[in-house]
């Protein structure tokens, strides 16, 4: 007993360094799985450090140390595995050897291996995906415990004379067994306490950036316009906790939500030094309050006392700052600082991709316009040839055709959707039909076979028309008895299949789709793309002279059926 109240008390020394470790970034690095060297090496370090301290602080008895010196070996395997565990004992242990005694190379090699012991229970535990577990106040009295079992076992062994390492043994094992197990499960429990609390506050912020995020990105479809800086502020300030949020562009207020909302006023000119300072430098800058307070050059007795001020670039252009404030009677925290940084970058790229949705929608936008471009007066062409012909031999039949051009065109000018539904589609290329069976009479046969539970699908404006007229100006030249083109549309698993198949089997299938002759059958390829990924587009196969098929594969999803 009076062995164990000592040791006790050396216990008490390492909960405080525990407690002191655990406040330390060296600890934080350690929950971390992208350690540097240097963070490495000062683990290392420190729990040496400690281990060696043990030794110093050992009780002489029958010429060898009591001592808690396992609990850093210990804790430097089970937090870093066993490398770790093995530098830290054999550094304690070559110390231990150097301090003589009967038992110095028992102690030795006992050091060492205790710190592999508790190192082969790290490895196992994160090789079966068990690595919370390491920080268990119950795992490490039970690995410290095995450990200074095997220290005794190995004094027995390796000690001389054994009657004096025996009536050692008899001394110190239950003391130095239970006080050190106790002491590495203190050790332990207070590391564990603060791990916890990290990833509840990360978890709790990831949550709230995940939050924001997804609140977000429907208000960014508009850009940084309109009434979205007064909506993202509330969001910032609600999420965030502070007392007052402010969104500015490079000149002027766009938000402010929060304590001392009455005289920071919408609209009005920035007007504070450090607003000014970060959109000239687009650095952040931080005013915390104490050695820095915040000055409100709007009112003398402001309630805000200190601010983050954050600038807002997108794509390398400055569009304004975001500004968290605390009033006087708060303090900033350091962790809503932090969180503030992030979360800006965050929005800076909500807006970044906002902005390349934007620019992409153009672009899309400008493609129908070519389409359109290329299809009308190609085809306009054609058909006042053939309207000219009709005209001298049936006026009536021309007159008809004049009206199905009339209504064909004013479809065209009428149809800015970039998509449109099948049954749109099909009721589009109705009159394009009706000009070209007229122009070629007999020598040409359409057959529209497509499912009529599809009519409500999709697809992009302009997608049946350029394909029905690559089969028709390539195919006509080719086949001397008519030909016959085919529409299809039917459903594949979770796909639309749209097929345009004549029988002349023209299409050189040495060129690609992608930079197909004419512009349509690209532009058609490229725009099913971008709109659902590159699985889907265009194909195209051939048997020369005898079948072409052009097909069209779509996804069926919520997003491009209409109910």
């Not at 110190?172 to 239970?178: D, H, T, W």
């Not at 952040?284 to 309050?289: A, K, S, W």
């Not at 252009?317 to 969180?339: A, C, D, H, P, V």
């Not at 999803?557 to 109910?563: D, L, Q, V």
Request: proline share 3%.
């Amino acid at each position: 007993m009076n062995l164990f109240i000592p040791l006790l008390q050396q216990m008490a020394v390492f909960a405080v360094i525990a407690y002191l470790y655990s406040k330390t970034s060296g600890f934080k690095t350690v929950l971390s799985s992208n350690q540097r060297t240097r963070d490495i090496l000062f683990t290392y370090i420190f729990f040496s450090s400690i281990t060696i301290f043990g030794s110093y602080m050992g009780l002489p008895i029958h010429d060898a140390l009591a001592n808690t010196r396992a609990i850093g070996a210990v804790m430097a395997g089970l937090i870093g595995g066993p490398i770790l565990g093995g530098a830290v004992g054999l550094t304690a242990g070559i110390h231990r050897y150097m301090m003589g005694g009967f038992t110095d190379v028992a102690c030795g090699l006992s050091t060492t291996a205790e710190g592999i012991i508790a190192g082969m229970f790290h490895y196992y535990y994160m090789k079966h995906g068990k690595g919370d577990q390491i920080y268990s106040y119950r795992l490490a009295f039970i690995v410290t415990f095995i450990s200074e079992a095997v220290q005794m076992l190995i004094i027995l062994i390796v000690a001389q004379p054994f009657t004096e390492a025996l009536a050692l043994v008899q001394v110190i094992a239950l003391p130095m067994m239970l006080s050190n197990s106790f002491g590495a499960a203190l050790f332990i429990s207070i590391l564990g306490d603060q791990k916890s609390m990290v990833d509840e506050y990360g978890a709790l912020f990831s949550k709230k950036a995940l939050r924001v995020a997804d609140k977000s990105l429907h208000l960014f479809s508009r850009g940084l316009t309109e009434d979205v800086p007064v909506k993202l502020a509330k969001l910032l300030k609600k999420e965030i906790g502070v007392s007052a949020v402010a969104i500015t562009d490079q000149s002027t207020i766009l938000a402010f939500e929060g304590v001392g909302s009455e005289h920071h006023k919408v609209g009005s000119p920035v007007a504070s030094p450090s607003t000014m300072q970060s959109i000239k430098t687009r650095k952040v800058i931080f005013l915390d309050g104490a050695k820095e307070p915040f000055k409100c050059p709007l009112k003398r007795d402001c309630p805000l006392n200190s601010v983050l001020v954050i600038p807002l670039e997108v794509d390398g252009e400055l569009i304004g700052t975001i500004q968290l404030f605390e009033s006087k009677s708060k303090r900033f925290l350091n962790i809503n600082k932090s969180f503030g940084e992030g979360l800006v970058s965050l929005l800076s790229t909500q807006l970044f991709i906002a902005k390349y949705s934007d620019q992409k929608r153009l672009l899309v936008e400008s493609e129908l316009k070519l389409l359109q471009a290329q299809i009308n007066p190609h085809f306009l062409f054609n058909t006042l040839n053939t309207i000219l012909s009709v005209t001298r031999v049936a006026p009536d039949k021309a007159i008809e055709l004049i009206q199905h051009l009339s209504n064909m065109f004013r479809k065209n000018l009428k149809r800015q959707h970039l998509v449109s539904r099948l049954d749109e589609e099909l009721d589009h290329i109705n009159s394009y039909l009706i000009i070209e069976k007229a122009r070629f009479e007999k020598h040409l046969d359409v057959k529209i076979e497509v499912d009529p539970s599809l009519m409500h699908i999709k697809i992009p404006s302009f997608t049946l028309q350029p394909l029905l007229e690559n089969a028709i100006k390539h195919g006509m030249s080719q086949v001397m008895g008519g030909l016959r083109v085919v529409v299809k549309g039917y459903r594949d698993g979770e796909n639309v299949i749209i097929e345009v198949q004549d029988n002349a089997g023209a299409f050189d299938e040495s060129v690609n789709v992608s930079d197909a002759e004419g512009l349509g059958l690209a532009i058609v390829d490229k725009r099913i793309k971008n709109m659902w990924g590159q699985d889907y587009g265009l194909e195209v196969d051939c048997v020369k002279d005898e079948i072409t098929t052009i097909k069209v594969t779509i996804p069926v999803n919520e997003a491009n059926i209409e109910i």
